[in-house]
T-cell receptor, first 114, second 112 residues
């Protein structure tokens, strides 16, 4: 379930299950979105991105869905593996002009149980 | 070379020390970034360099001083830091506007 404040939202799944991580973004003008995976002690690692002219994009075992109407982004991981255990961040950007700023969501801790 | 490197990996410094963090990328990216990340929190943007010029300063205290000597290097000079500045400092780069940012492994900084 989710919690607020100082605690990361958490998701615990069994190995082999599918995982869905959700993210609500704030800026209706954002037109580029990224999902990052951050393992303990490492920097964020790019997983997949999507532009606002799309509502779905698939990668290897991952799918990102974008619902601009409700400003919602989700990351689906198929056949989750123990190596998928990490914190997952969504990030949004409003492209154009000189804006290089990515705004990160608060993150979700995914734990995969063997 | 498709990675961003950062040195040192760990740094412990006193409040009166002067130290520098270094970041390097050889992907030809023209935008480079410094982020600060506290435990269990998302990265917070500090500075953006675009074509070796400071593009964004997110109201960072002057005890943090960025420098971009060339298109491959980014430094963060530290002076008179406070214990609350202890965090993971991440460097990232991207090839342009609103494109994916590649992150380095970070420098874990502890201020005593």
């Amino acid at each position: 379930g989710e919690s607020v404040g100082l605690h990361l939202p958490t998701l615990s799944v069994q190995e082999g299950d599918n995982s869905i991580i959700n993210c609500a973004y704030s800026n209706s003008a954002s037109d580029y979105f990224i999902w990052y995976k951050q393992e303990s002690g490492k920097g964020p690692q790019f997983i997949i991105d999507i532009r606002s002219n799309m509502d779905k994009r698939q990668g290897q075992r991952v799918t990102v869905l974008l619902n601009k109407t409700v400003k919602h982004l989700s990351l689906q991981i198929a056949a989750t593996q123990p190596g998928d255990s990490a914190v997952y961040f969504c990030a949004e950007n409003k492209s154009g002009g000189s804006n290089y700023k990515l705004t990160f969501g608060k993150g979700t801790l995914l734990t995969v149980n063997p | 070379d498709t990675e961003v490197t950062q040195t040192p990996k760990h740094l412990v410094m006193g409040m009166t020390n002067k130290k520098s963090l270094k970041c390097e990328q050889h992907m030809g990216h023209r935008a480079m970034y410094w982020y600060k990340q506290k435990a269990k929190k998302p990265p917070e943007l500090m500075f953006v360099y675009s074509y070796e010029k400071l593009s964004i300063n997110e109201s960072v205290p002057s005890r943090f001083s960025p420098e971009c000597p060339n298109s491959s290097l980014l430094n963060l000079h530290l002076h008179a830091l406070q214990p609350e500045d202890s965090a993971l400092y991440l460097c990232a780069s991207s090839s342009g506007l609103a494109l994916e940012q590649f992150f380095g492994p970070g420098t874990r900084l502890t201020v005593l």
